[in-house]
């Protein structure tokens, strides 16, 4: 595999920090190549605004139009050009962060704002009778596969399916469906870590063989069977998921998983 | 009322900038007092690290506990202090953002991030065997009521419930009930604007009108009706919902709404 992990949290010696620096040893030794974009070393700017958009960049800014336009002129600057050819180049990738306030740090969310532009994630294929562009399940990062590592503060009871926090599978959803299905990326059912805060030594040992078992049983692992957006499943243009086609009692997020 | 606005947009002539600018001039013509964080124009910083819990920080850093500490010794930055002290003077708080990627820009996550610290927002109230800290419903903000203002490039049918992105309601949850709600803040139904990358002048002067009477009914707008956490209707400590209280058929993020 070509690996790229993307990890987003401020304190080296965390176990956001090791879970990373596990997965980069698990992985080559089993002769993978792995790159890694640490994005607290990197200093990753956080914000979109006009200047990721070069002189060209449109006053007042259209940041969908104008992320478009530098993308396709070359005029990105170069941290988020960097990005997306290391997206381009992986077969893999790895999410590692906290959940906070119940979705990623400001600065991954910050990344996926910057990275997926106009034109590259998004705004791609054509439109007609029976395709709506090429999104969810196609698009410019078809073929590749992700995975959220995630660890949390709360116990799972919390985040079950009737724990009051909402299920995880929900509250991921928008990730796994809305930023990494959208351009194409098929999502690997996530690895969560719970009680994180409560954790001790011996439980670290337990998790970390856990981890490196995820690892190295990636290529075998079948991704969330999300339903592809142009294949018969929904209306074109309304997107709705045509009728019947729903397992009996499910609804919401759940409507777009395959029963 | 004292209403702040939290605004995460970063051209000052965008559609969510002229939506903060009315809702500005629209509260202040009818008497209320209005407090803007104009999100970009302050240059907001968007990332945690350590730098934001003073010289005491921990080594390593523990983002909890040392943003708890921070906080009950007044260690946090001037500007996370500045916004905390503004969410204690309002009672109304309206966040006017585009949704990109399916959430808040990363700015504004790394306003809740930051500001939302712990023994503020979480950490906060006794556990036993009747309650589980001060969370959803009570807390530091209760009292308080907010109202999301979003603007989306997409179509209304995309978001609705059968629609392939999602119900728009669900992808809110996150921040309705997990930012909101937690700290003890009411959240009101959302003024959400869809296909807004072709909106027209002649719409605008409709959505204006819409946005000026949401605003002026604020008062009398009852809020979504969530589920408190510490008056019944959840096991403790476990915190799922008690059998049988669901209204039939409801499932994920819907429990936890009254019926």
Chains 1, 2 share one sequence.
Do not use: C
């Amino acid at each position: 595999m070509k690996t790229l992990i993307v990890h987003a949290h401020p304190e080296p010696k965390s176990l956001n920090s090791s879970l990373k620096d596990l997965a980069v040893s698990t992985l080559e030794s089993a002769g993978h190549e792995v790159r890694v974009s640490d994005l607290y070393a990197m200093n990753w700017k956080a914000v979109v605004d006009a200047a990721d958009y070069g002189p060209a960049a449109s006053n007042p800014l259209k940041v969908a139009l104008d992320s478009g336009r530098a993308f396709e002129t070359g005029a990105l600057t170069p941290d988020v050009r960097a990005e997306q050819e290391k997206l381009l180049w992986a077969d893999t990738v790895i999410f590692q962060f906290p959940l906070w306030w119940y979705t990623m740090p400001a600065i991954l969310k910050g990344w996926v704002d910057r990275v997926f532009t106009y034109r590259f994630a998004y705004g791609v294929g054509e439109h007609s009778d029976t395709k709506y562009g090429e999104r969810f399940g196609e698009g410019t990062l078809a073929g590749r596969r992700a995975l959220l590592s995630v660890t949390v503060g709360g116990p799972e009871s919390h985040y079950a399916a009737r724990g009051i926090n909402g299920p995880i599978d929900d509250l991921l959803f928008p990730i796994h469906h809305g930023i990494l299905y959208y351009p194409g990326i098929e999502a690997l059912p996530p690895f969560v870590l719970y009680g994180v805060d409560r954790m001790t030594d011996d439980d670290y040992r337990g998790v970390a063989a856990a981890w490196e078992q995820r690892l190295l049983t990636l290529e075998s692992t079948e991704p969330i069977p999300f339903r592809r957006q142009n294949f018969g499943d929904y209306e074109i243009p309304s997107l709705h998921l045509k009728e019947g086609l729903e397992p009996e009692g499910r609804t919401g997020f759940g409507l777009h998983v395959r029963g």
